[in-house]
């Protein structure tokens, strides 16, 4: 059993960070048994926290270089290896790999990322043989595994309080006839492990293709319980003709105006701006108030971010590992001063007001855009109204899963552009951790 305090922390971290975690194929994860996890790399050790947090019994193989320094050692604990870029000896994965064996030879659960390193672009990084080496060797024992893939999409990775979602894959197949030799049986398990994950995960051409993408997916969840993932999948290989032509028109329409945009796509009110006017004057002063009352450790984290990342991929860690230390003892040092000063009160007016603008961030930022748009160009409200009408008209909503879970940090989506359409894909919020998994199986769809 991995250290319930990276479980506890990283869970910590997930919930401060972002509004909601929803994981797709929720009951294929396994309960009990040798596991092996292989999980696509795309947002830094940030996937690492996600990951932890719904697979309280896995053991991560992590970078050496994660735990050289007191800090790291709060944030990271697995198995360790070195890799090509790390310093290190390289005797260190002789022993990595033995601590490897054993843990699936006793019923445990190892987590590998087979990339090796994370990237944001369009497609996945080379796969390197670790994994499919380590699963050959203890196929090689006789005793039975489960080789589970795992991908990660995110609404945007470095945005305080967006949306991830968690997809659990199809199992490896790990059977073989006894005419394949042990070289043959390695290749194929590379070439079965590389179709499972690529199954999890979305690959594309080019980097402009993958934000044109990105973008529809975006507009495609808004106002409805679509996933982002499952409407990437669907424009994985093209973008019906009809929906590139009408996206290609309002882009050249919006390049002429002075927008706002929320995730890279300008919103509108669906309905009367008065109605948003009001909400807004709701949401405003409790977000508002929230972030002044924590303000130093607010400051810290975006200057962490900007000062310390050196790609896009490692922005929302750099502001994790800066601003939830700095939460921390910022709280402390709070209650500290209202313990020796009887404030009581006062402290827990600062815990709601810190709980009310973190969950209502989210819906502050996309009211304020949407007000903004609104006052400013009106006349393009209907075009944009057309369009997300559009799209949920020729992007197909095939559940590709059977069920899905959420770690949810916010009440349901506020109905902030666009349109009332509603579809029936279901997600819940958990209440009550599934043992083991640490999720609640949402109900299936009929």
Known sequence: MANPWYRVFHRFCNGLY???????????????????????????????????????????????????????????TGIEVVRDKDEGESGTNVDALNQCLELLRTGGALFIFP?????????????????????????ETGAPIQVVPLGITYECPWAFRSKVEVVVGEPVATDFSDAVDKLGRLKELKRRIQSALESVGVNVE???????????????????????????????????????????????????????????VPLFPMGP??????????????????????LPPLLAAWWAGKKFSDGPNVISLWRILVGAPSLLLWSVGLGMIASVSGQWLRLAFYALATFAGLNLYYR??????????????????????????????????????SSSSSFSNSSSTWP???????????????????????????????
């Open 364 to 401: 502050f930022k996309k009211l304020a855009v949407a007000i903004l748009n609104g006052l400013c160009c009106p006349d393009l409200r209907p075009q944009v109204l057309a369009f997300h009408e559009t799209v949920l008209g020729e992007i197909a909503h095939e559940p590709a899963f």
């Open 273 to 294: 701006i008065w109605l948003y006017w009001l909400a807004f004057l709701v949401v405003a002063p409790l977000v508002g108030l929230g972030t002044l009352l924590n």
């Open 206 to 264: 080019s980097e402009p293709y993958q934000q044109t993408i990105q973008r529809l997916a975006y507009v495609a969840t808004l106002g409805t319980k679509r996933s982002c993932f499952r409407t990437l999948k669907s424009l994985e290989r093209s973008i019906p003709e009809k929906l590139l032509r009408d996206w290609q028109a309002l882009q050249s329409e919006i390049e002429t105006r002075k927008l706002w945009r929320h995730q890279g």
């Open 115 to 139: 990339e090796g390193t994370s990237t944001l672009g369009p497609r996945h990084l080379p796969f390197q043989s670790g994994a499919a080496r380590i699963l050959a060797r203890h196929l």
């Open 416 to 446: 902030t552009w666009f349109s009332k359409t509603r579809t029936t894909t279901r997600r819940i919020r958990l209440m009550t951790p599934m043992r083991d998994s640490g999720i609640e199986e949402a109900p299936r769809e009929n």
């Open 18 to 76: 972002f509004s909601r975690i929803t994981v797709l194929g929720a009951e294929r994860l396994p309960r009990s048994g040798p596991t092996l996890y292989l999980g696509l790399h795309r947002n830094g050790a940030v996937d690492g926290f996600i990951y932890r947090a719904i697979l309280p019994r896995a053991n991560f193989m992590i970078s050496t270089q994660l735990r050289r320094k007191m800090m790291g050692r709060l944030f990271f």
